[in-house]
């Protein structure tokens, strides 16, 4: 961590340097490397002075919503994952998602698709209710036909019957 | 041309708790014989007491099938004597997967005992066998014909007789033939050896459509486009195979045509279309769309239009399948809170619940026999396959092992493919209506999803 806190110190005055500099362009002297690590090339072009770059949202930022057997209501407990995954499509209104509904192993194929498709739906309208617009959501439902984890038994059921995510 | 024989077997008894056991001690005195000569032929007496296991609650007929011949003077080669073995043992598996027959074995303590070099007649009859197969295989260049002849074990009488010739590469399929014609001549009913299996795999890391013979031979694959293929199901005629797949990334219908191998959009509605099902005149499709926000049963017309919405309910309605007169729809809903079976009249109306038992029953399928509905039903936390009679009667439990799902009837009814993690892996597995004679049709993990092919061209 004081590693990094370093090069992070020596990153900003490079950049202070570089700024102050910047009619009158004089070589900068290299500091010492600290250790092995690579320092991160210093930003050479200063960053440009309008809006800030737009902070990137990952799929993996989006919590993942998991449900009771043959059940596809939005669990109490999960509502804060669903919260927070409707914060960030406030946050970012340009990005549309897919949420992907997903069902355990047990069971039929057919009737796990419908299963997948109503849990989707239900995270939608949850969705909805909290304010985002409809048309920025889509689902698909996989059924059982994608676990996350493979295998049996509660654990690994639990971790299946879930709705994810997706960056359309 | 084809007749039924005089001979036609009638139809089978249930045997009641007194016979079962009269037959039990019979087989019990002829299991102790078979003992003593456990030092002679010890797969002998294994075989016999697994039929004695397999075949428990059915009486069944015994017939014998007397190792082929070769027509005297033609020249064979090595590969040819085996193809012969090989046609006579397929014939045997096939008789004896009939819920209603079973196949005597050559007993050689019995020939040594009686001084025989070959099982004759009244041997086979002397072994219980009422029916004998006999065989003559004849060879002309790459042809193989094959002309059988069906007796009376006890009088001796020819009853009937047939011929069928092929490549002699496609030895399996004459023999199934084979096997078909007997079993049409001693019962009336066409047999199901001729028919095929769909399946899906994920061999090859996605799930796709495989095909194969009935005992699981001549596997094939049928798409090969690397997303997630499931619920095929053939139309009448099995001129097409109706499937779900992935393959533009929504789960959409689609059909395959089975002579040219061509593959069509069916049904592309918003959100889940899945499980579509030919109606058995050919002219309707049932299945399940989501696009009014949640599962329910369409009927769409040949070439996927909406002609009808069945189903109004806000529970998921799904696995409709068809009556085999086409009148009726047996499908799944969780209307009460958990998924049941329920019956319907084709345009939706007179709805009445099947199943009682249990708190998840599904993936119904009708009997083409129209009696009796095979399904789902998880008991003590267990998926096994079950009937049940369409008047709601004679739920009973066919499966005992591992999970078991998916359960799609043969066209002559009298069989069950579905699948089952009873191995370790999910693999096909096929049985006869009442649980027995159990048969694996595939290896190597990950096979689901079958469906039983009609009869065919």
């Known amino acids: 961590m004081k590693k990094f806190l370093l090069i992070i110190g020596l990153i900003a005055v490079m950049v202070m340097i570089y700024g102050c500099h910047k009619n009158t362009p004089v070589p900068v002297e290299q500091p010492t490397p600290?250790?092995?690590?690579?320092?991160?090339?210093?930003?050479?072009?200063?960053?440009?002075?309008?809006?800030?770059?737009?902070?990137?949202?990952?799929?993996?930022?989006?919590?993942?919503?998991?449900?009771?057997?043959?059940?596809?209501?939005?669990?109490?407990?999960?509502?804060?994952?669903?919260?927070?995954?409707?914060?960030?499509?406030?946050?970012?209104p340009n990005i549309n998602i897919e949420v992907e509904g997903h069902c355990d192993e047990r069971g039929t194929v057919e009737y796990n698709i419908a299963l997948g498709d109503r849990r989707a739906q239900s995270v939608k309208k949850y969705l909805i209710d909290l304010g985002i617009s409809a048309d920025r959501i889509k689902t698909i439902s996989y059924g059982k036909e994608r676990p996350a984890v493979p295998g049996t038994g509660e654990d690994v059921w639990a971790q299946n019957r879930r709705a994810a995510f997706r960056i359309k | 041309m084809r007749k039924i024989s005089t001979f036609v077997h009638c139809e089978y008894h249930r045997e009641d708790g007194r016979t079962l056991l009269r037959t039990l001690v019979a087989r019990a005195g002829l299991l102790a014989v078979l003992l003593a000569a456990a030092s002679v032929c010890p797969a002998q007496v294994k075989d016999f007491t697994a039929r004695l296991e397999t075949k428990r609650g059915v009486e069944v007929t015994k017939i014998a099938v007397d190792d082929f011949t070769v027509k005297s003077g033609s020249f064979i080669l090595s590969s040819d004597s085996t193809t012969v073995v090989r046609v006579a043992d397929i014939v045997r598996a096939d008789l004896d997967f009939s819920p209603f027959y079973d196949v005597v074995l050559p007993d050689t303590f019995y020939m040594r005992h009686m001084e025989?070099?070959?099982?004759?007649?009244?041997?086979?009859?002397?072994?219980?066998?009422e029916y004998v197969a006999r065989g003559e295989a004849e060879f002309s260049g790459a042809e193989l014909t094959?002309?059988?002849?069906?007796?009376?074990?006890?009088?001796?009488?020819?009853?009937?007789?047939?011929?069928?010739?092929?490549?002699?590469?496609?030895?399996?399929?004459?023999?199934?033939?084979?096997?078909n014609e007997i079993i049409y001549y001693l019962t009336g009913e066409q047999g199901i050896f001729d028919t095929r299996i769909c399946f899906v795999s994920d061999r090859t890391g996605n799930k796709e459509l495989y095909l194969c013979d009935y005992d699981g031979a001549n596997i094939y694959q049928l798409t090969g486009n690397k997303s997630i293929n499931v619920s095929p199901s053939f139309s009448p005629e099995d001129r097409n195979i109706l499937f779900t797949s992935y393959m533009r990334g929504d789960p959409q219908i689609y059909q395959y045509d089975v002579v040219s191998g061509a593959t069509e959009l069916l049904a592309a509605y918003p959100g889940v279309n899945s499980t579509g099902r030919v109606s058995p005149d050919d002219k309707l499709i049932v299945c399940s769309l989501s696009r009014d926000g949640d599962s329910e049963l369409y009927l769409l017309d040949r070439s996927g239009k909406i002609k009808t919405r069945l189903t109004y309910?806000?529970?998921?309605?799904?696995?409709?399948?068809?009556?085999?007169?086409?009148?009726?729809?047996?499908?799944?809903?969780?209307?009460?809170?958990?998924?049941?079976?329920?019956?319907?009249?084709?345009?939706?109306?007179?709805?009445?619940?099947?199943?009682f038992l249990g708190n998840y029953n599904d993936s119904p399928d009708w009997s083409p026999k129209g009696d009796k509905i095979v399904f789902v039903s998880r008991v003590n936390g267990k998926f096994n396959i079950c009937t049940i009679d369409v008047t709601g009667e004679n739920f009973r439990v066919l499966t005992e092992l591992g999970n078991n799902e998916n359960p799609r009837w043969s066209p002559d009814g009298n069989h069950v493919v579905f699948s089952s993690n009873r191995s370790g892996t999910k693999e096909v597995y096929i049985m006869d209506r009442f649980g027995n004679e159990e048969r694996r049709l595939t290896t190597g993990g990950g096979n689901t999803n079958p469906a039983w092919s009609g009869h065919g061209q």
Not at chain 2, 116 to 129: D, E, I, K, V, Y
Not at chain 2, 151 to 172: L, Q, W
Request: proline share 11%.
């Open chain 1, 34 to 92: 600290v250790d092995t690590t690579p320092a991160p090339p210093p930003p050479a072009p200063p960053p440009p002075p309008q809006e800030p770059a737009a902070p990137e949202v990952k799929e993996a930022d989006f919590m993942i919503v998991y449900f009771d057997f043959d059940k596809s209501n939005v669990r109490t407990d999960q509502r804060v994952a669903l919260d927070k995954n409707a914060g960030i499509m406030k946050n970012f």
């Open chain 2, 116 to 129: 025989m070099s070959a099982m004759t007649l009244l041997g086979w009859s002397q072994l219980g066998a």
């Open chain 2, 146 to 179: 094959v002309k059988y002849k069906l007796f009376y074990s006890k009088s001796g009488i020819e009853f009937a007789r047939g011929s069928f010739k092929s490549p002699s590469s496609n030895f399996r399929r004459l023999a199934h033939k084979i096997a």
């Open chain 2, 313 to 355: 309910s806000p529970a998921i309605e799904s696995s409709p399948c068809w009556s085999p007169t086409g009148s009726e729809i047996a499908f799944t809903s969780d209307r009460i809170g958990n998924p049941q079976l329920y019956i319907m009249d084709k345009d939706g109306i007179n709805v009445r619940r099947l199943t």
